[in-house]
């Protein structure tokens, strides 16, 4: 099988970076709207206490329990002995699902703020989130030395 160009390799890893950035900037979409909402309306959220806390705790550990779990998702979804194209493949696959799975405290966050009304609980789980999304953002070196390696 013939080894897999550079220049392909590269389009593949752009594909997937843009598609990892795209997932992040929902983070950003998300801040905007608790900051519009927390300042431009009399809002009342739906929960109060002590409901809003049990709702918090559990949203917490939820979030963090989506992020712990990418520890043990993310070597399963890798096919070890793939040829250099199903290898990329599998590689913008995982990329797309690491995001996502990187994605969930800030959307419980989210959630969390238009049930509860703390806007601080979103920022909380918003920064978990961006710190889990930047730490598994794709590295090009690490993609050059999968296919390479097979």
Same mark, same amino acid.
């Given at each position: @099988? ?10 593949? !890893?752009?594909?997937?970076?843009? $598609? *990892?950035?795209? $997932? ?5 979409? =998300? ?9 431009? @309306?009399? #809002?009342?959220?739906? &929960?109060? /206490?002590?409901?809003?806390? %049990?709702?918090?705790?559990?949203? =917490?550990?939820?979030? +963090?329990?989506?992020? #712990?779990? &990418? ?34 405290? %800030?959307?419980?966050?989210? @959630? ?5 009304? *703390?806007? !601080?609980?979103? =920022? ?5 989130? %961006?710190?889990? /999304? #930047? +730490?598994?953002?794709?590295? =090009?070196?690490? !993609?050059? /030395?999968k296919t390479r390696n097979?």
């Open positions: @099988m013939k080894p897999m160009r550079k220049e392909d390799l590269r389009k593949a !890893w752009l594909t997937a970076a843009v $598609i *990892n950035g795209g $997932i992040i900037s929902a983070i950003f979409v =998300y801040a905007l709207a608790v900051e519009a909402v927390s300042r431009s @309306m009399p #809002f009342s959220p739906p &929960l109060t /206490e002590p409901i809003a806390g %049990a709702v918090r705790y559990a949203f =917490y550990i939820l979030g +963090a329990g989506a992020v #712990f779990a &990418l520890k043990f998702i993310r070597p399963g979804i890798e096919d070890r002995a793939e040829p250099p194209g199903k290898a990329v493949r599998a590689l913008i696959r995982r990329t797309v699902i690491t995001a996502a799975v990187g994605e969930i405290p %800030a959307f419980l966050g989210f @959630m969390l703020f238009f049930l509860a009304g *703390n806007r !601080w609980d979103f =920022y909380l789980l918003a920064a978990f989130s %961006a710190a889990t /999304e #930047f +730490a598994y953002f794709p590295k =090009y070196r690490i !993609w050059e /030395e097979g």
